[in-house]
Every structure is written in structure tokens, then in C-alpha cells.
């Protein structure tokens, strides 16, 4: 089996950079131009001999678009996976043979964790190099968290539907949106605990968010701020390895 499951990684592997990989390097590029077109940033923004304002606006426009990397590469790090061969019926194919579903499927989403994670250290280099000085090690410990935190979100989805991409971007577009509106009430001194609370329902993609900044800067994060993150995630991975080693495949 071990056998088997090797051969399946060179594909799988493959398959991740040819597509989702590809595909997360393609919206992550529209999102860093609209980021550039709202800021009125042109090429001569990223001129670090600029001064102090310079450097502060080449930091915060890795911080913005090393977020929607990690966000981007954590919603599609499960497509293509469980709910799409179940529809198409390629599990009969695949485990006619001797692997198992939950190992092919949990070996899918970990070379695609890998495969996230090897773009973004190599992005983050060339940043690193050719424009601002960031923090390789905290973008990608920050790649790795989205995808536990998201991408575990996204493989629980994914066994149970095909619709699970749209369905993870509605959760955490959920979250952001009551968190901006749970801030706005405390600002006023207005603190809604049950708003408050509401958040714990949600994805945590505001605490990520939150945290974009201080990793891509190498800044030592308070664990107490990773708890939540880390939490979800491994709750949403243990579901989703319990679901598919008890829901029933092929033929």
C-alpha cells in the first residue's frame, strides 16, 4: 500500500501545481492589483529609497496580499478533492485499489498544504530580495496556519459537498463582515455580547487576518491569539479524517 500511495503523490502532487496551484497564483495576482488600483500604487511605490513612508507602504502591501495568498491557497487546498470524485464517480476507479480513502484523500490535502506552502516561501523570497526585506519564516508559518485554520474547513466541507469552495468563501466572508460590525459596536460602546459570541460560530478569518501583519514582520505572537485558529482547525481536520474513514466509498 505504501507503494501505491507513493505513486498516488507524484500525481497528486503534480496535479496541485498544475491546478489549484496555478489557479491560486492567478487570483492572488487580480487581488494584488486591485489592492494596488484602490491604493493608487504604481511601480515607483515599490522604491524602498523612498523613506520611512516608502518602506511602512511596501510592508503593508505584502502584509494585505501575503494574507490573500494564504486565504486564497486555504479555500482551494481541498478542490477538486472528496465531493468532485464522489459526483463523478472516480472512486470506484481509485479504490478498486489498494489505498484507502482516508489515506489518498488526507496525502491530497497535505501536498497541497506543501505545495502553498513551497509558493510562498518562494514568493516571499523574491520579495524579500528583489523589493522589501519580510519575514520568509513568519509568511510562511502565516501560509501554514490559513491552511489548518481554512483549509481544514475546506476539506470537512468537501466530503460532505461539491459546493464546499463557495460555501468556506460565505463562512469567512461571514465572519469578516460581523467582526467589522461587532468593532464598529465596541468603537461606540455598544459591545453586543451575543455579536460577540456569534463570532465563535464562524471560521475565525478574522483572527487571521489579525495576525497577517505580525508574522509577515517576524513579531513573536501571543500563543492566547493562536489558540482559536489552531483550535478550529484541528477540530475541522479530526471531523473530516472521522468522516471519510466512516462514510462509505466505491462500489
Known amino acids: 500500500m505504501r507503494s501505491r500511495a507513493g505513486a498516488y ?10 491546478g489549484r496551484g496555478l ?9 494584488a492589483w486591485g489592492y ?4 493608487g500604487l504604481t511601480v515607483f511605490a515599490f522604491d524602498a529609497s523612498t523613506g520611512v513612508a516608502g518602506r511602512e507602504q511596501l510592508q503593508r502591501a505584502f502584509d494585505v496580499v501575503m494574507a490573500a495568498f494564504a486565504f486564497i491557497a486555504a479555500v482551494l487546498s481541498a478542490q477538486s478533492l472528496v ?8 472512486d470506484r476507479v481509485l479504490f478498486s485499489r489498494a489505498i484507502t480513502p482516508l489515506r489518498y484523500y488526507t496525502q491530497g490535502f497535505a501536498l497541497a498544504g506543501l505545495g502553498s ?17 519580510v519575514s520568509v519564516i513568519g509568511a510562511a508559518a502565516f501560509v501554514a496556519l490559513a491552511w ?26 461571514a465572519d469578516l463582515a460581523l467582526d467589522r460590525y461587532a468593532t464598529t459596536l465596541r468603537v461606540a460602546g455598544q459591545g453586543n455580547p451575543i455579536v460577540d459570541g456569534a463570532q465563535y460560530l464562524l471560521p475565525p478569518g478574522h483572527a487571521l487576518v489579525n495576525l497577517a501583519g505580525p508574522f509577515a514582520r517576524g513579531i513573536i505572537v501571543d500563543p492566547n491569539a493562536l489558540l482559536w485558529p489552531v483550535t478550529f482547525g484541528v477540530i475541522c481536520l479530526i471531523a473530516a479524517l472521522l468522516l471519510l474513514r466512516r462514510r462509505p466509498f466505491g462500489p
Not at 23 to 31: E, F, H, Q, Y
Not at 36 to 39: E, G, R, V
Not at 83 to 90: F, T
Open 148 to 173: 489548518l485554520t481554512i483549509g481544514s474547513l475546506a476539506f470537512l466541507l468537501s466530503a460532505l459537498t461539491v459546493f464546499h469552495t463557495p460555501l468556506v468563501v460565505v463562512l469567512v466572508g
Open 36 to 39: 494596488a488600483a484602490l491604493n
Open 23 to 31: 489557479l491560486t497564483l492567478l487570483l492572488t495576482g487580480l487581488a
Open 9 to 18: 503523490a507524484g500525481v497528486q502532487f503534480g496535479d496541485y501545481f498544475a
Open 83 to 90: 465531493a468532485r470524485h464522489r459526483r463523478r464517480a472516480y
Open 117 to 133: 506552502l513551497l509558493l510562498g516561501i518562494a514568493a516571499a523570497e523574491v520579495y524579500a530580495v528583489g523589493v522589501h526585506p
